[in-house]
Each structure stands twice: as C-alpha cells, then as structure tokens.
C-alpha cells in the first residue's frame, strides 16, 4: 500500500475543494487555490450536453434561449442534480490537470470534499459517488465549519472554546469547537440566496419591478450592509415593469438593501445566540476573548462584524480572505493528512 501511495503521489495530485451553493474553490496542493468559480452549469435541453461551466455559464443565467438553461447544482449546501454536479466536478478536475499536468500527470486526484455538517450521509454518499465519477481515486467528506475553523488558523486543537460562522450561499454553518472537535454544530438553511430572494421580492413589492437573482447578488455585493453606513451608496436597478411589461429603471440606496435582507440576517443572528446560548459557561468566558470568526460570502457583507458585536456582546472577526477559508481548511489537511483522523465526523472511501 505505500508503494502504491508513493506511486500515486508522484504520478496525480492532490485538491481540496469547498463545494459550495453559490461557488466552488479549487485547492491545488503545491499550488495554492487555482480555481474560484461560480457553481453553475449550462446545458442543452435537447442534447443534455454540458456547454459551460462556472462564470461562463453564470454569464448565461437569464440570457438563454428555450434549448439553453443554466442552472445551479446544488441547493441548501447539498447535491439536487447529480448529474449536472458531476460534470460540474469533473470540469474543475480536468481544468486543473490540463493547467498543471506537465504533460505526464494523471486525472486521478485524491480529494477532501468540504460539506455543510447538517448533510445526511445518504447526501454524503451523493457527494462521494459524483466525485468518483468525475474522476476522483480517493475521496475525503469534511465539515464545512471544521475546514473553515482550520483554515482560519483556529487553534482547535486546545483545550479552550472557539466558534466559527460560516455564512456561505445556501447555508449558514456556526460552530464552537475545542479538543480538536465540535462542542456546538448547527446549520441553517439561510444565507446569501435567501438574501438574494429577499432582494427581488423588495424590489418587486416596493416598485413593481422584477429583477433576476444575479442581478439581486450583485446589488447585495456592492452595498449591501448591516448598519447604517458613514455615507449611504446608491445603485441604478433595471429590470422589467410588472405593470406595463416594458424595461425600466429604478435608484435603490444601501438603506432599502439593508431593510430587504435584514430579515434573513435576523434568523441567522438569533441561530448564532441560540448556539452561544447551548454552549458550556467555561466555552463562553473563553470566546469573550477569543470572539466569533466570521467567514463565508456573509462576512462581506459591510458592518457585519460590527452588528454582531452589539447584537452578540463579544469581539467578532472576520477572517482574512473569508471566502476561500473553508478550502483553505482543506488545503492544511491535505498538507496534513493526520489531521483528517482528528476530526471524528470526517471519513474516507477508497475508490
């Protein structure tokens, strides 16, 4: 078996991926991260043939004709076209190797595959089945909140309390750690895409007009906010009149974003106390100094941090590079691969 390790270590290579809603980040060991890529696919109805694959195909979403639909794999954090999120996988596996092979390495990654920890190991299995069948040889499953903590540079290991929120696309992930493991572990199902509805159903009741959830995410990227800014920002939107039918335009301000998406933010904040509130009292005294560590698309969100801070009575962090952080986490354990045998709801299945 080590020779056989040894063989395959010289001969392939190693990838740690956060699989994610809203994007998928490649890790490729020696390298750093080579991927960061929208997760969407574009397929023709009629052929079932895959057109495109990450931004090419998020460029498409809204813009296609009837043969063309662009779609997105994954819903909530798990698997809900297997198909589709196969050969989105096998995509990122290809383009890897065709950037990095050198002309002689193989297809045949061995893979930590980053997950929402709410998954069922039914979905676990549909994550390791598709990655095998897009090309994988070895194939870990890991926690998202595990991987983001370790790749925020956490000291998990010790024995003190450190929590960690993940707010990614379909999920918020939030977890308190200590002695290597999760004391606290809860995932909900609202993050950044139920931001993103709440957006075009503002726009839609306050104005009339009907916008698409890409046009909606790019809104929340470039003033979306948690508390009132130093000086208010203002976008043009554009969509069409529910009224009349026809194209129009409309000023909306950071003020009217931060009341859309305030809702959501509420739920993920009352899940947040709600796992301060279950935490051991000697966890609490130590995460008044250590804090919170925000990760995840969320912690871009302007005044997150600070909102918190007032709302949860404790320092909040947000890590450096937040959005890679989970594939980060995977890259430390692919450098490190004992420390897979630390976290006790990770496990492998040899292809």
């Known amino acids: 078996m080590n020779i056989l390790d040894s063989f395959w270590k010289i001969f392939t290579y190693d990838l740690g991926i956060d699989l994610g809603t809203a994007n998928t980040i490649v890790y490729l060991r020696g390298y750093g991260i080579v991927i960061s890529e929208p997760s969407v696919v574009a397929i023709d109805k009629r052929s079932k043939k895959v057109l ?18 662009a779609v997105r794999p994954l819903r909530d954090g798990v698997i809900s076209d297997f198909d589709t999120t196969q050969a989105m996988i096998h995509h990122f596996i290809q383009k890897t190797h065709k950037v990095f092979n050198n002309n002689w390495k193989l297809p045949r990654p061995r893979v930590i595959m980053g ?8 979905e676990r299995q549909a994550v390791i089945d598709a990655s095998k069948t897009a090309g994988a040889r070895e194939v870990y499953i890991v926690e998202e909140a595990m991987a983001a903590a370790i790749g925020a540079g956490l000291a998990i290991e010790e024995a003190s309390g450190n929590m960690i929120v993940d707010v990614g696309g ?9 002695l290597g493991d999760m004391v606290i572990d809860n995932t909900i199902k609202i993050a950044g895409d139920e931001m993103n509805q709440d ?13 698409g959830e890409r046009t909606a995410e790019d809104v929340k990227i470039a003033i979306g906010s948690a508390i009132p800014l130093k000086k208010e920002q203002e976008v043009i939107l554009q969509g069409r009149d529910l009224v ?20 959501s933010l509420s739920i993920i904040t009352e899940a947040v106390k709600e796992a301060i509130e279950d935490t051991p009292p000697e966890l609490v005294k130590d ?5 919170l560590h925000l990760a995840g698309g969320g912690a871009l969100i302007q005044g997150l941090d600070a909102f918190w801070q007032e709302e949860l009575n404790m320092p909040v962090h947000i890590v450096d590079d937040p959005i890679s952080t989970v594939a980060r986490g995977t890259a430390q354990m692919l450098d490190h691969i004992e420390l897979l045998d630390k976290v006790q709801s990770s496990w492998r299945e040899l292809v």
């Open 52 to 69: 495109a694959v990450g931004s090419e195909a998020r460029n498409m979403i809204g813009r296609t004709p009837a043969n063309i639909v």
């Open 115 to 122: 997950v929402p920890s709410s998954v069922t190991e039914v």
């Open 170 to 178: 379909g999920t918020t992930d939030i977890a308190v750690m200590s």
């Open 199 to 211: 957006i075009v159903n503002y726009v839609k009741d306050k104005y009339n007009i009907l916008i």
């Open 244 to 263: 009349s039918g026809l194209p129009k335009s409309v000023k909306i301000s950071s003020v009217e974003i931060r009341e859309a998406i305030m809702s």
């Open 287 to 291: 995460l008044l100094t250590s804090g």
